[in-house]
């Protein structure tokens, strides 16, 4: 643990696969390396890529990345897609002169297994992405598929959404229905390389209108791009500093920021808690006698629920002296 976590702040890649996989398989050691690195995170910009499968993600994600290494970002790529296991092509391309990410030492790619139960995915994405950035990586690119088939709620996740539409015929009308438009933060219309890309711009324009129409805010732009050539790519990057720059001057990043702590500390607390309730109430944990007591109404639940709630709790005050 102690030689994993030097490693990892050293820049060892492998600390950094055997730190995502700790987490992911959920290591008896899981939680003492998050609160190791936790002091490290904080940095990463989170960049939330969803839509339908086949709308282009991973070949944008993978255009995106070839633009922000010119940058000279480092990038982290997590692909959480049930509906497409994840071999890192889609991302890469096809093409042997597009292999270049994959020997970037600048990009590390990961794909989450998507078994297990659904909260856990989101709480497990969540602890790999402070992991990428405990690591120092610049920019996580997340790509999920679209609201309503996703167990991750990745906006949730992220500090600015990407939705991906394509110019199909009334994309933009199912896109609104589907409740993908109030997610989105930044709109790639992409394959814009395909016909009928100008008239897919309109109407999903005039949905965006619709959807957000409150003044002072931020509303969502649309830029075109075909991920195969890499047009547009530079300004979907533009559109995103945007909505960061955003975020940070109207003091909603930090608003977000003290949200999801909330959230966080409030779910890691009720795990513990619910955790000890449910040692206590186990076969064997003293309380057969009490639960025979409320079987057989001497008892009322209410009352052995907050009996229960005293003792862990004096149980939590004796371990922490
Ligand atoms: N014509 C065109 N095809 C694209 C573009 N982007 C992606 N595709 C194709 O769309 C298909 C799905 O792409 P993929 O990135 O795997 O979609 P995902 O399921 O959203 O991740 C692939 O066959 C891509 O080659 C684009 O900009 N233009
Ligand atoms: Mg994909």
Wanted: with cysteine; charged share 25%; proline share 3%.
């Amino acid at each position: 643990m102690e030689d994993l976590v030097r490693c990892f702040l050293g820049g060892d890649r492998r600390a950094l696969a055997r730190a995502i996989s700790a987490v992911e398989n959920d290591h008896p050691h899981k939680r003492q390396l998050l609160q190791r690195l936790y002091r490290h995170t904080g940095r990463s910009y989170v960049v939330g890529v969803t839509g339908s499968p086949g709308a282009g993600k991973s070949m944008l994600i993978g255009a995106l990345t070839r633009h922000l290494r010119r940058e000279g970002f480092t990038v982290g790529i997590v692909a959480v897609d049930p509906t497409s296991p994840f071999s890192g092509g889609a991302i890469l391309g096809d093409r042997v002169r597009m292999q270049d990410i994959a020997r970037d030492a600048g990009v590390f790619m990961r794909s989450l297994a998507t078994r297990g139960s659904l909260g856990g995915l989101t709480r497990n994405t969540r602890d790999i992405l402070d992991v990428l950035d405990g690591f120092g990586l610049d920019v996580i690119l997340v790509e999920t598929v679209g609201v309503g088939q996703s167990e991750v709620d990745v906006s949730s996740l992220a500090h600015s959404t990407v939705v991906v539409l394509t110019p199909g015929a009334g994309d933009g009308l199912q896109a609104m229905k589907s409740g993908i438009m109030e997610v989105g933060d930044v709109f790639a219309l992409n394959k814009a390389d395909l016909a009928g890309a100008d008239a897919a711009r309109l109407e999903i324009e005039g949905a965006l209108r619709i959807v957000h129409d409150g003044p002072g805010g931020w509303r969502p732009p649309l830029v075109k791009t075909a991920a195969v050539t890499g047009e547009g790519v530079a300004a979907l990057w533009e559109a995103l500093v945007r909505h960061r720059d955003f975020l940070v001057s109207t003091g909603k990043l930090a608003g977000l920021r003290k949200e999801r702590l909330r959230r966080d500390i409030a779910t890691l607390a009720g795990e513990h808690v619910r955790g000890l309730v449910m040692e206590k109430l186990a076969a064997g944990g003293g309380l057969e006698g009490e639960l025979v007591r409320v079987a057989d109404r001497e008892l009322d639940p209410y009352t052995l629920a907050e009996e229960v709630l005293t003792d862990v709790a004096r149980e939590v005050l004796v371990q922490n002296g």
